[in-house]
Structure formats: structure tokens, C-alpha cells
């Protein structure tokens, strides 16, 4: 059975540092990606990782896919507080066409 | 290019009543799924359909069902309601193939009372 573990869960920091957020899996996968939610709201698809090796870079973030090793990260650079939400990383069982997903780290930027 | 639409955004039943919720997928997608989103839970797999077919069920009681339309439009159906059962439901389009990324609605929060 296919598990996503996330951590840290909770993440509270102040503007301007840098820090990541990792993503292991138990199984094979070379699908990974992440998303974003905000308090009350649906899931906003931030990057789709989809071979090893692969890094994508939006504005602040920067995610990675290490599928040797079976992790993902998301960077934050310089966070801001606009950046405070929730952030899934999802990896994609498609032999069974579904999403398994990590807890979710909660973030918090303090101005 | 309009996103994905489900209805209603809030429902709030009482136990033992039934509910249909309904998801239309962006234009040209084949893929819709499920899932079910509680605190305590975190996000579940409910189940997934791609041209009017169930391709996976994840592990919900019965209560739970779907269906797709020849359109792609999607519902799903849960009956009698527990209160166990609040919970925001996502539904996700998708093109149903290879590596094709996932696009969610807003949800809709179901409250049982």
C-alpha cells in the first residue's frame, strides 16, 4: 500500500527565511505533485514532477523529485506572508487512477 | 477557459436523508474523481471515472456512489447520512491519461445534523 508522509505537519516562521518541506513515499512512483489550499478553499495545483531529477521553480518555491530515494522538497526562499496555507504533496498511484496524499503542512508566515 | 464546477457549494442535511452532488469537468476532460476532505482524515480517495466508467473505488461503505455522463459531468450520490459524513467533497478533472495533471473545484461542504 502506497504511503505519503510530510513533514514537518506545522510550520510557523518569519518573513524573510528559507525552509523546506519534505515528502516520502513507499512505492515506486515517478509522479509526484504539489498543491496548495487556503483556509476554506480547494486545492491549487503549484508543480507537477513527473521524472527524477526533476525541479520546478515558482516565484518563492522550488520543488524537487528524488525518485531513488523516494522524496520530494518544497523550498521556500524569502518567505512572505502571502505564502501562509497548507501545502499537500500528492503522489500519483496510476496503475489505480488515483491521488495518495500526505497530512499536509500547515504554514504560517509571520510579518 | 472555465475550471471546474461543482454544485451546490454548501449543503446541509440531517442524518438519514440522501445527497447528490454534482461536478462538471473542464472542457475536454475525460477524468473525474472523488474525494472526501476532514480534518481528521485528511484528504480520502473516493472514486474515479473516465468515460462513463468506474476505474477504481477506494474504501467508503456503499452509501457512497457516482456515476459520469456522457458529457463527463459527474455525481455522486451518499445515502443515509451520518453525521461522520461532513466533510468538504473535491472533485478533480483530469484528461485520464499518463502524467496529466489535476485541476479541483471548490467543493462542497456538506453538514450533517
Known amino acids: 500500500e502506497l504511503k505519503v508522509e510530510q513533514n514537518p505537519l506545522f510550520l510557523s516562521m518569519q518573513e524573510g527565511k528559507n525552509y523546506t518541506i519534505y515528502c516520502n513515499y513507499s512505492t515506486t512512483s515517478d509522479r509526484l505533485y504539489w498543491y496548495r489550499q487556503d483556509p476554506g478553499k480547494s486545492l491549487e495545483s503549484l508543480f507537477v514532477?513527473?521524472?527524477n531529477g526533476a525541479v520546478k521553480q515558482e516565484g518563492r518555491l522550488m520543488a524537487s523529485l528524488d525518485t531513488k530515494a523516494r522524496l520530494s522538497t518544497l523550498h521556500i526562499t524569502a518567505a512572505v506572508h502571502d505564502l501562509s496555507a497548507t501545502y499537500f504533496c500528492a503522489v500519483d498511484e496510476v496503475s489505480n487512477y488515483q491521488l495518495i496524499w500526505g497530512a499536509g503542512t500547515k504554514l504560517i508566515i509571520k510579518p | 477557459k472555465a475550471g471546474v464546477t461543482q454544485t451546490p457549494r454548501y449543503l446541509i442535511k440531517t442524518r438519514g436523508q440522501q445527497v447528490t452532488l454534482s461536478c462538471s469537468p473542464i472542457s475536454g476532460h475525460r477524468s473525474v474523481s472523488w474525494y472526501q476532505q476532514t480534518p481528521g482524515q485528511g484528504l480520502q480517495f473516493l472514486f474515479e471515472y473516465f468515460s462513463e466508467t468506474q476505474r477504481n473505488k477506494g474504501n467508503f461503505p456503499g452509501r457512497f456512489s457516482g456515476r459520469q455522463f456522457s458529457n463527463s459531468r459527474s455525481e455522486m450520490n451518499v445515502s443515509t447520512l451520518e453525521l461522520g459524513d461532513s466533510a468538504l467533497y473535491l472533485c478533480a478533472s483530469s484528461r485520464g491519461t499518463m502524467n496529466t495533471e489535476a485541476f479541483f473545484g471548490q467543493g462542497t461542504r456538506l453538514t450533517v445534523v
Open positions: 514532477l513527473l521524472s
